[in-house]
DNA sequence: CCTTCTGGCCGAAGAGCATTCGGCACCTCG
DNA sequence: CGAGGTGCCGAATGCTCTTCGGCCAGAAGG
């Protein structure tokens, strides 16, 4: 792992499509070479997957809000409950007075309720407290050449 | 954007390198017409990239946290002032008691204490409030299909 | 009703790319 | 010194992307 795999990950976060000839000439390595490379990232799990971003607003989610989720018990092991709400693309377990934080995107501020709703219906969960988003100035992927 | 689309678009968020004709096959289309459909997502814009997902463990991110930002000003066009902290993977501006919501990858508890440092330098930034990410249950894109 | 136009699909063909392989250079360790 | 391992190059082959003409179905308009 070293600089050359590092511009490598940067490289394919921007543009995984471009061929490897192309990868290859901007690290200074043959087509085969950067493949190689690219191949052992994947195979490491450096790489998880290759995957097209999808616009959200485009599907129709255009309401993005962070739930604070209160809790009367241990919900280490609630991973799955949260996992079944679709509209629930995060949880995390946090260190603080709520328990769980999670990233919830809908269509409209109704369906964010909804949204709400079942999650008071988790076992465990005594609380939650919707912050919404009123503008997102950016969502990036981490820099690889920048840690 | 019908139902096909939808399903295209799952599929290449799950993976983005598989050929146009397995694509075409599990959606009842031919290899050309899956790519024409995929095409026209892109050119829409509801594909905005295709990318390598990485591991932020990998790279040595291993400590993630949830910042509210508090202002004494308005931060709508604050923009690239948190674009400028790499370890800032999202921005929002929010709704509430805090004004910005952001996201922070650092390698230490350290460096987090030392991206709050910098958070306070941006003008207008009166307080933090760091909230910890114990462990992640998961993190997911949106599902086209349940939209 | 019939014509015309548009949009989407199929199937084929050519160009371009991924993937593999042998060979070579370098480094490390016995 | 020699053996093993690692990483790179360059070429070959097989597959894939990409484009194109042609076809069909549905909409629009006379």
């Known amino acids: 792992m070293d600089h050359i795999d590092r511009s490598l990950l940067a490289r394919l976060q921007q543009d995984a499509t471009q061929s490897y000839a192309a990868l290859g000439q901007a690290v200074g390595l043959s087509a085969g070479a950067a493949h190689e490379r690219v191949r052992k990232l994947r195979e490491r799990g450096v790489i998880r997957r290759t995957t097209a971003e999808v616009d959200p607003a485009a599907l129709g989610s255009g309401v993005l809000a962070y739930v604070m989720v209160e809790s009367s018990a241990w919900m280490g ?18 260190a603080g007075s709520a328990s769980v934080l999670v990233k919830v995107r809908t269509a409209t501020t109704e369906q964010l309720q909804d949204v709400l709703r079942r999650l008071y219906a988790i076992d465990g969960v005594s609380g939650t407290q919707a912050t919404v988003v009123l503008e997102t100035f950016f969502e990036r992927p981490v820099d690889p050449t920048a840690v």
Chains 1, 2 share one sequence.
Do not use: M, N, Q
């Open 77 to 94: 092991e609630s991973a799955d409950a949260f996992a079944a709400l679709p509209e629930v693309l995060e949880a995390h377990v946090i």
